[in-house]
């Protein structure tokens, strides 16, 4: 299983933070440091999947695969729009809303993580299910929690924010097939946002598989020399310490 030292889980928040603080502003901004300071330890600490062969199943796995779909949306939106493609009719700032927040659910809920270690041996080994779903949580697709979360913090979003939030799974998801497979002009899809940002949660999701699969686990992981830790990722850290020790 890959794993991410107390560091790089650190270097990996306070990117994800500063993505944050420079793209918006505003009320809005007040109510997501709300809520990313509510859930910091816990988002530190998450998974982006279950089984170790999925993508990032390991502590600090959701941050890093969400810092990997932000630069990859942007990546992928300069290509389209090289190409020819129409990208005028949603902003950067719609973009990495939606790739920050698509899979905001994988967290869980206020209180309930939505991956809990798998305490089965067998599974663990044989499957590679290194997680399991948490059965003290009320199920919800990760995208419907994802914008009941942002309600509850009072973060508001854009038309274009919520079609890019709530597509970004593609046809994986089978209530996506109405927007994607819809045959009349009329009823196309308004921007491009949702198939940039599905592009990049597929490259990102395959990329980190790949990662996996060759061993190099650490190929992604940032390093830094930390002088002085801040309250904040002192959090982490001792988090991390208390799941698996110094």
């Known amino acids: 299983m890959k794993e991410l030292t107390p560091e790089q889980i650190e270097h990996n ?15 809005r901004l007040e109510s997501m440091d709300k809520m990313y300071d509510y859930f910091e330890e816990r988002m530190c600490l998450a998974p982006a999947s279950g089984k170790e062969h999925f993508h990032n199943a390991h502590p600090g796995g959701y941050v ?7 630069e990859f949306a942007q990546q992928i939106h300069g ?16 973009l990495v809303f939606a790739a920050l927040h698509h899979d905001l659910g994988k967290v869980g809920d206020l209180s309930e993580d939505n991956y809990i270690h798998n305490d ?4 663990r080994k044989n499957q590679g299910l290194i997680y399991k779903h948490n059965p003290a949580l009320q199920y919800m697709t990760v995208t419907d929690r994802a914008c009941w979360i942002l309600q509850h913090f009072g973060v508001k979003m854009t038309e274009n924010e919520y079609i890019g939030l709530r597509l970004t799974d ?15 002009k009329d009823n196309q899809l ?16 395959k990329i980190e598989y790949d990662e996996w699969a060759r061993g190099d686990h650490d190929i992604k992981a940032p390093k830094v020399e930390l002088k002085e830790k801040s309250e904040q990722s002192a959090t982490a850290n001792q988090a991390f310490k208390d799941l698996f020790g110094e």
Do not use: C, P
């Not at 928040?13 to 009320?27: A, M, P, S």
């Not at 308004?190 to 999701?205: E, G, R």
């Open 13 to 27: 928040w306070k990117k994800l933070r500063d993505i944050i603080q420079n793209t918006f502003d505003g009320e």
């Open 64 to 70: 890093e695969h969400i810092l990997h779909i932000v």
């Open 79 to 94: 290509l389209w729009s090289k190409n020819g493609a129409t990208m005028d009719n949603f902003t950067i700032e719609e």
């Open 120 to 123: 089965s041996d067998w599974h």
């Open 170 to 184: 593609g046809l994986y998801e089978e209530a996506n097939k109405g927007y994607y497979m819809n045959w009349s």
């Open 190 to 205: 308004a921007t491009n946002i949702a198939y940039v940002l599905h592009q990049a949660d597929m490259m990102a999701s």
